[in-house]
């Protein structure tokens, strides 16, 4: 399964649960706010030791006291999901 199957699931998952997914800025094709203020990680092929690559599957993040942490690279940031929601869906604010 190559990137683009990957970005057609996708669209088959948002259309089933109803809501309106965007890119994180800064972290665009990694991470996703709805407009229900849910935050997800994408589907990513990553490079694997055993079979060259895998797809690790996106899923909904945990909140934490109202935070979630985001990886980019090897550093991890914890955001406030209140923040997050004002940079992606400022009409909602």
């Given at each position: ?52 690559t895998r797809i690790r599957r996106g899923r909904i993040l945990a909140v934490n ?29």
């Amino acid at each position: 399964m190559n990137y683009d199957e990957l970005s057609e699931l996708d669209a088959i998952d948002d259309s089933i649960s109803g809501s309106e997914w965007r890119d994180l800025p800064g972290y665009e094709g990694h991470y996703m706010v709805s407009q229900l203020g849910q935050v997800k990680s994408t589907d990513q092929v990553v490079p694997c030791n055993h079979f060259g690559t895998r797809i690790r599957r996106g899923r909904i993040l945990a909140v934490n006291a109202n935070a979630v942490n985001l990886t980019r690279g090897r550093k991890q940031t914890a955001r406030t999901v209140a923040s997050i929601m004002r940079e992606v869906w400022p009409e909602l604010s």
